[in-house]
């Protein structure tokens, strides 16, 4: 009770309740802090220095090399080291059984030149740090690679397998943006990785977008900085790569020899679910007839996608065979993927990484040279990105972009 004229006295309880909202309001001080100083990051996730600074680093006449950033994983499997399949790979594609066919799509002595383009485009919600925002997104990935078939019996098949190019660009707007389109078979960023660094906007590379490609000269900079537009271009690990991977119908990759170069666990792990016989998992019947329809794997798209997402499809895709045709003195198929959908799962143990697209377009088999000459599938889909190792706030990125696709194969002489 309290007694006019007299001080109220705290017991023991409250000075202790007292502590305790004390504490808890220095850690709400703290987060807040810690918060808004990640906010102030510029884009290449570095903070102004303040304070003495350390002696000096490097010597006169001492030559360094560019350090990487955020962890690097080292190499598991080292050059000319032959690796087998582990347990933990991926299902193997269904079994061919057929060893004419196999023969036929992928023939021994030949090169095959392959080029694939992803394309998204939509609004992403990005969540970091506990701050959510939505921008629109405009990604591309390019891959270029030679296969050049050592062995084919009909059942293994030894291939070695040159990445020549590999590469993505990511821009993002609160102005709507994308790429724009080229056909199957051709690329667009030929040397952009030399005029892009993370975070920074060019004139090459904002040219192809097409809502900047109206504002020129002065301007663009006051156009890029109005709508936040940010560009960053990235080469994937394995651009540059050569391995020889042996792939037994029914078992899948058995076998991996890094040729030059060494390999990471997550590269490992890539490409032990290399599908290989992609071409006869979608046509498994060259006899059959316009109209007549099949369900593919969905592990047999797996060339169909960027290697950067590094996860194998699941699922199954329905297609039909719509009509045969001739063109240049070479006998066609024109195969449609018309239902399904696949998954992607990519997770690891510092982030959970999905996907799901419903691909629907057309595939041109060339009967004549025994392989998927050229295809175009669009796609809508959700994607999702989440952090798995901060302790009190995520990092997640949400989507549900409009994909394309595209798809080229051609026998080629190697130079």
Known sequence: MMIPGKPERWGAGDLVLKALLAAILCVLVVLLFVVLLGRREDTRGTTPVTGPQPG??????????????????????????????????????????????IRDVLQEGKTYEVITTADLTGPVRDKEWGFETTVNLAYRAELRMWRTIEKNDGHQIVERREIKECRMVKGTSTAEVKFIYTEPGVLLFGGIDYLLTGGQATAVAVSVIEPVCAVAGATMQGYLNDNNTKIAAKLDSLSGKTVRITFEDGRGVTTLEPVGCSLTEEERD??????????????????????????????????????????????????????????????????????????????????????????????????????????????????????????????????????????SCAIIEPR
């Open 56 to 101: 000096p680093v490097v010597q006169p006449g001492e030559t360094v090399q560019r350090p990487p950033t955020g962890p690097q994983p080292g190499p598991v499997v080292q050059p000319g080291e032959t690796v087998q399949r582990p347990p933990t790979a991926p299902p193997p594609p269904p079994m061919v059984g057929k060893p004419d066919r």
């Open 270 to 407: 890539f490409l032990f679910g290399s599908a290989v016989l992609t071409d006869a998992f979608i046509l498994p019947d060259e006899s059959s007839h316009p109209g007549q329809v099949w369900q593919v794997d969905g592990s047999a798209f797996v060339d169909f996608l960027p290697p950067s997402w590094r996860g194998v499809p699941e699922g199954a895709i329905s297609i039909r065979r719509e009509r045969d045709f001739e063109e240049r003195g070479n006998k066609y198929a024109l195969l449609k993927c018309y239902a399904g959908t696949i998954q992607i799962n990519a997770t690891d143990n510092s982030r959970a990484r999905l996907a799901t697209l419903t691909p629907r377009g057309e595939l041109k088999y060339n009967i004549t040279d025994g392989h998927i000459e050229s295809g175009e599938l669009n796609a809508e889909g959700t994607m999702e990105e989440a952090s798995r190792d901060h302790l009190l706030f995520e990092t997640r990125f949400e989507t549900n972009p409009t994909v394309r696709l595209t798809y």
